[in-house]
């Protein structure tokens, strides 16, 4: 297919199973809008609980074929190819994603290249997974460990960056053993069927790496198919906590990767210049639309009015544009629904009590008759405030005012999520004290959104269980056996266990 642009004609995905297109059984499709735009660009095959069976006996015939043949080393020089068809196509893979959810071809092309980085670990990792041998107490038996994949694991993907988070649950997936059927977003269905298509380019066997489209009951069918032992879920809470449920009922295992509303907490010995961008990035680069966005800013009082000042001077210079262009600096929201969210949530904000000192007003751009918002700063807002409590993911930034460093740990844990934090100061001990103190599953000290293929990643309390990145993420797709051999010659009386 050619490079996706804003004029092309739609274009139509089937399922991606053992190789090959598959078509939906029923003939049923959905449709997918560019943001940018606000016209339909894609028609998708939704998934019914036959085309998902289909996909999983495919992975599970996989997961027994050739793949659990193929030398550790090999299946981990294939991953590596993999990653680098990703990275040659990544111009393509990036415009693909920028019509599916308005980011910026420069994100989004980005994402595609370290798609490599994620890929060539993990690959490297694959025959580097060992056993162990126990030193048992019984001197003539040998005792040893055998690191065995699960077998079929299910992929479930949001929209927000569907390549990246979709290899960060693949590459380690794979590099256990196991075979995956991925269920992208309704929202950016188009980038998982074209790194399924290059997998089968760089030589991973048919099957290894399905896809189905489909809305939520696509992910559900995945969730309730008996031989799926694990789910890769990231996405919102409610729906991570169903398919934690279902799993639960059948003893499968599952990694969640969640919702955020991550504080970046300002105290007034930092580099004002390094916070104002910290903060800046941290919830208006991506329009807000990612999990780890700081849509919490609590600042100093002492500080407070000049950098709330500041704030809002380069909100109001932010370029909002068309994402393919390198000058834009903010894209439209992905969707309809995500715009009237956050124009309804800075309403609510501003109804409990909160000042709306900028932005939160949908507004044309150029021609395009997209999902374009203001980026939306509310200061004075209580840590009651519905903006202060829910996620929502878009640029929308709430401003609290703090004096003292016991008082914002506590502002800052009194919240069901814990995904992130950001801490900007120059007193070390400060910062290292607050990074203990603070419930998240990553404390950024002077820094954010900052995130490394070998560091684990992932959420406290309502973000997530488990991990993605590091070597932890390969070992949730593992199993342990453990195997006895007895190396002599004594017969034992049946009826004497000894220790
Ligand atoms: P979503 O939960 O609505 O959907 C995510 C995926 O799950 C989609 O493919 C959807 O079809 C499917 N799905 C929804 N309900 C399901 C169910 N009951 N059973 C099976 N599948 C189901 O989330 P979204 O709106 O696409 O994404 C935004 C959310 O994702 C935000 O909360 C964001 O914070 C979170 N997110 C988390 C991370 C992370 O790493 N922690 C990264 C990105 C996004």
Known sequence: MG?????DQPRRYVHFVEGGDRAAGHGHEFESVNPTTGKIWGSFAIATADDVDAAVQAAHRA??????TMSASRRGALMTRWGQAIADNADFIGRLEVTQNGKLLAEMKLQAQIALDWLRYYGGLADK??????PLNQTSVLNYTLREPLGVIGVITPWNS???????????ALAAGNTVVIKPSEVTSASAIELARLAKVAGIPDGVINVVTGLRETGEAIVDHPLVRKVAFTGSVGAGKAIAAKLGQRLATYTLELG????????????????EAGVLSGIFA?????????????????????????LAKRAKAIVLGDPLLASTQMGPVATSTQLSKDIAIVKDAQEDGAELIYGGQRVSVSDFGGYFISPAILTGVSQDNRLMRNEVFGPVLAIAKFSDEDEVVNLANDSPFGLAAGVWTNDIRRGHRMARRLQAGTVWLNTYRALAFNSPFGGYKDSGVGRVN?????NSFLQTKSVWCELGDEVRDPFVLKA
Request: with cysteine; glycine share 10%; aromatic share 8%.
């Open 3 to 7: 490079v996706p642009g804003h004029d």
């Open 63 to 68: 997961f027994h074929g050739e793949w659990s």
């Open 129 to 134: 997974i060992e056993g162990s041998v126990i």
């Open 162 to 172: 569907p390549t990246f988070l979709t290899i960060m649950s693949v590459a380690p």
């Open 260 to 275: 955020g509303k991550s504080p970046n907490i300002v105290f007034p010995d930092a580099n004002l210049d390094q916070a």
């Open 286 to 310: 991506a329009a807000g639309q990612t999990c780890i966005a700081g849509s919490r800013a609590y600042i100093h009082e002492s500080i407070y009015d000049e950098l709330v000042g500041r």
């Open 470 to 474: 590091g070597i932890d993420a390969v």
